[in-house]
Structures are given as structure tokens and as C-alpha cells.
């Protein structure tokens, strides 16, 4: 079993910046080598989507194109930890932010942390 554990959220003003921590425990002694991990993101009344990902070895990441050039996804093996620093946050960026780790992101049985929230005011 892993647990991911999200932190960082907050309320930011528009055009502010977040930096969106999540630390991953369990049986796998190395997370994320072991799993790819994404972050998604969910607002009420919509379904969950795809942020951004980046593969087990760490050479490749991808992006929505709602944020690319504005969200940068970066990990630390020894840590077991993943981040996603927010650059330029709009009020469209508004939603629970989840962690998401497995044999790829977001497909059943993966891994979900319990999301932080995030909301820019505009």
C-alpha cells in the first residue's frame, strides 16, 4: 500500500504563486521510482483532470496545455517527494489538487492522496 500525503494549498491573489508539495510513504521504499505521479485537479460539479506527470525515471514530464510554461513538476527521489511549483495562478486554476502515483497516472487502482485546495482570487 502507498499513501500520498498533499501539501502547500492555500489562497493565493491572481498572478501569485503556489508551490504544491507530496510526500509518498508506504511499502515501496523508493515511490517514485517505483510509479509515474501526476497531479490532477477537480472542481465541484466537473470531473477530475490531468495537470502534469512525470515518468518513474524522471527524464520526461507532461503538462496540460492550460499550464504549461506556468507549472513546473519536479521530484526528489531521496525524499520521496514530488512538487508542483504554480507560476502565474488565474482564478481558473481554482480547484482541490490530488496526487496521483502508479503503473500510469490516474488509471484505476492508482494511488490518490486526500487533495489540497487551492483558490485564486481574482
Known amino acids: 500500500q502507498l499513501q500520498l500525503v498533499e501539501s502547500g494549498g492555500g489562497l493565493v491573489q491572481a498572478g501569485g504563486s503556489l508551490r504544491l508539495s507530496c510526500a509518498a510513504s508506504g511499502r515501496t521504499l523508493s515511490a517514485l521510482r517505483t510509479y509515474h505521479m501526476g497531479w490532477f485537479r477537480q472542481v465541484p460539479g466537473k470531473e477530475r483532470e490531468f495537470v502534469a506527470a512525470i515518468n518513474r525515471s524522471g527524464d520526461s514530464t507532461n503538462y496540460a496545455d492550460s499550464v504549461k510554461g506556468r507549472f513546473t513538476f519536479s521530484r526528489d527521489v531521496a525524499k520521496n517527494t514530488v512538487d508542483l511549483q504554480m507560476n502565474d495562478l488565474q482564478s481558473e486554476d481554482t480547484a482541490v489538487y490530488y496526487c496521483?502515483?502508479?503503473?500510469?497516472?490516474?488509471?484505476?487502482?492508482?494511488?490518490w492522496g486526500q487533495g489540497t485546495q487551492v483558490t485564486v482570487s481574482s
Open positions: 496521483n502515483a502508479g503503473p500510469r497516472v490516474g488509471v484505476r487502482g492508482s494511488y
